[in-house]
């Protein structure tokens, strides 16, 4: 979902002066002008998927991401980065980042799509959220100290750098290895955006 169309929802986003389309057309990704930041050690290569919680096509995508993941390479790091192009996109921001530190990001991920955008529950608003996340089996009170911990706070603040240092225009978009971004529109679709940074992927092995 592109920027501009956050704008109809809930989630508001700025349009972007980002890109040339021009240069995007044939490759289908660009090459960052400035490296990113990259967690990935020494001989991995890393892989980002920027998403949000309120993006309709984060949703249609995930499946094919996780069952890309599941196959990627051992050489290959994998983790996911929930954007915020400004302030409302937090509260989400703040689901995702304190399932992570819990360690239940796999069994809640796909739940918290579903139940935000299908069944159109506020879990962008903590009165709505939390007995939520009690009702999947978490424990409510380890949640919420998660939720607000300064450490959610500064993994928000790393992910909209990264999502700065990467350009991002849309989501669900993929930064690889510090060098390279692709997205839905650019690369013209899900199963083009995972054959690129397959691409990308071995491209890198090459450069060592």
């Known amino acids: 979902m592109k920027r501009r169309e956050f704008a109809q929802l809930a989630l508001l986003g700025a349009v972007p002066a980002a890109w040339s389309l021009g240069a995007q057309a044939d490759s289908g990704y660009v090459t960052l002008k400035q490296p990113a930041s990259v967690l990935a050690p020494k001989g991995q290569v890393e892989v980002v ?3 949000s919680y309120g993006c309709s096509h984060c949703k249609n995508f995930d499946p094919m991401f996780e069952a890309w993941q599941k196959t ?3 050489d290959v790091s994998v983790r996911l980065v929930h954007v ?3 302030k ?3 509260p989400l921001q703040r689901i995702y980042y304190a399932l992570e530190s819990l360690g239940q990001v796999p069994a809640l991920h796909a739940k918290v799509f579903k139940a935000f955008q299908e069944q ?4 962008d608003q903590p009165d709505v ?3 939520w996340v009690a009702e999947q089996g978490l424990d409510r009170a380890k949640f919420e100290a998660a939720y607000q911990s300064f450490s959610v706070a500064t993994q928000i603040r790393q992910a909209v750098q990264l999502q700065d240092q990467y350009q991002v225009e849309g989501t669900p ?3 690889i290895a510090g060098r390279y971004y692709t997205d839905g529109s650019m690369a013209g679709g899900f199963e083009q955006m995972v054959q690129i940074t397959n691409r990308l992927i071995e491209q890198e092995r090459k450069r060592g």
């Open 84 to 86: 915020g192009f400004n």
């Open 129 to 131: 959220l939390f007995p």
């Open 173 to 175: 978009a993929i930064g």
């Open 72 to 74: 990627a390479a051992k």
């Open 49 to 51: 998927q920027f998403f």
């Open 120 to 123: 159109k529950k506020r879990l």
């Open 88 to 90: 409302n996109f937090e």
